[in-house]
């Protein structure tokens, strides 16, 4: 599991001058780096792709119970039911 002593936020601008540094650092340790730019709150995240996987693994199991069925068919239904006239309004 991933601990803060192998997350970092760093500037974009630090990131295009460590590109190399930062995949060696990310790879070895399962870290995570959010980039940022100046002056924006939005963020993206470099991580390995070993932690990448095994996210959409967790996601893949937690995803497949009879409670997220059930709403998947619940949402199928409503959407069924739903007409361009009713998007429209929207």
Known sequence: MLDDTHRKLLDASEVAQDLAKLHEY???HDARIEIALAGSDARCVLLSQRELDALERAIEILSDTENVRHIT???AQLAAMTTAADLAAV
């Open 26 to 28: 990310v790879t070895c």
């Open 73 to 75: 068919e619940k949402l």
